[in-house]
């Protein structure tokens, strides 16, 4: 069996998390960013860098997916579109990116085929997430039937999603008992230095620190 | 419901017969095309040009995922492996790009949810191909399922292959039937002017021109 696990990991707190997770199990790790035009790509991008030093990556992957801007329909990309700040609605928000973990997905299943890879781990979050359809644990498993259909190797790729079914202060929790270096991560949706505490990505952060009783190392505005 | 269909749209002979396929059904065509660094992109774009020109096609995207070359693993995509042309042989063959397919649709699956496109079309040939996974009926039924399960729309999206179980023969026979320009596709593996002949791909189109009785228009070395 392969011992190598491709990590897509965004520079946030659960990719991390979930990154060390698989290190922990002992998988070799090849780390996979993605810069999408999205409106943090460089603050993300520097974290996800220092989050691979940390992690004692040696093969990673920075893709550079140009072609999301032409789709646009987020608020994460397009700048006409304003980022919500006065709370977690109901529903699909403003910030969904259509179809993003599905194209991540299908991507990291052509370099897990390429690598050969037996898994491959993504940090979605179902129940206490920002409701985007692409997060949900049936979505995950079905498309990792559709890699293992259309890929040719003979190594099945196992998706992992540790995190689906936690809450974000179970998240904060197992992230601070494992020495995650949560210190190097950043969830914010807005584009400066200090985080605004006030998306919905803060929000639910925070919300995680909080309920957790713990302190994020990260600064706010 | 929707009367949009999102053709992906190579500039070679199948996909330009899915595509006419589909506007003889009555649907409002938007033509997608992906450069991906291959060989032949600059013929194939023009192809596609071309075709979307002779389908009366209004609103088209024309994607660049200069990402590939990253991902490489393919004699397509990368100029030190050779384009074999000594015939179709059985296995998975060198041209295989990972998982290109399951990348395309996912990608077009975002689109279609934008766009609210209730179909989605490829030309995906299935028995009489190159051999690739991700031609297969089994796995374009579960990234059908995938792309509905990962996106928020209420429009479901229906993935029409239309040639999966035609032989090369048929869909000559079929695109001649139906007046589709075949002299505007580009079949060939090598970038030249005129087709080598030689190819696997070439070899599939002409054997089909042959079995139907037919004669290619377009021109060979």
Known sequence: MSKKALCIMSGGMDSTLAAFMMKEKGYEIIALHFNYDQLTQ??????????????GVKNSYNLDLDFFKQIGASALIDESIEVPISGVEEGVPVTYVPFRNGIFLSIAGAIAEKE?????????????????????????NSIENSINLGTATEIKVKIEMPLVNLKKS??????IKSNVPLHLTWSCYKNSNKACG????????????NVAGLSDPIEYV
């Open 116 to 140: 050969g890879c037996s898994v491959l781990s993504i940090g979605v979050v179902e129940e206490d997430s920002s409701g985007y359809p692409d997060c949900r644990e049936e979505f995950i």
């Open 170 to 175: 179970e998240i904060v929790k197992e992230a």
């Open 42 to 55: 460089k603050k993300e991008l520097e974290c996800f860098e220092n989050i691979s030093k940390a992690l």
């Open 198 to 209: 006030v998306c919905d990505s803060c929000r639910l952060r925070l919300n995680g620190f």
